[in-house]
Nanobody, 124 residues
Framework: AGLVESGGGLVQPGGSLTLSCATSGFSLDGYAIGWFRQAPGKEREAVSLISSDGGIDHDDSVKNRFIIWRDTPKNTAYLQMNLLKPEVTARYFC???????????????????WGQGTEVTVSP
């Protein structure tokens, strides 16, 4: 069982991308989901989180530009990234975990499942 991300790529500044995260071998029902990113030489950091009851939190750097949502029947989560800036260039990872109902966690190690990631490059 695991997660598979897709949708990354090269985009110009100001553009948009939508990342997808599909489960393999389990249902997303009852799971908290997170999108994390890791740029070269930097720590992995939380970008956007959605709890099992639909609560959402974003890193301040992406608020009002990124949207996270889940389609539980399709066992897929999404991250729509708008008005992209070069500083968000990183490898983006999806995580899922059975956290206490309604809770969000900013440490990726708190989640039981994570994918291999998808590269996002924002460059002219």
């Amino acid at each position: 069982a695991g997660l598979v991300e897709s949708g990354g790529g090269l985009v110009q500044p100001g553009g948009s991308l939508t990342l997808s995260c599909a489960t393999s071998g389990f249902s997303l029902d009852g799971y908290a989901i997170g999108w994390f990113r890791q740029a070269p030489g930097k720590e992995r950091e939380a970008v956007s989180l959605i709890s099992s009851d639909g609560g959402i939190d974003h890193d301040d750097s992406v608020k009002n530009r990124f949207i996270i949502w889940r389609d539980t029947p399709k066992n897929t989560a999404y991250l729509q990234m708008n008005l992209l800036k070069p500083e968000v260039t990183a490898r983006y990872f999806c995580v899922a975990g059975t956290l206490p109902y309604g809770s969000l966690r900013i440490y990726w190690t708190d989640y039981g499942y994570w994918g291999q990631g998808t590269e996002v490059t924002v460059s002219p």
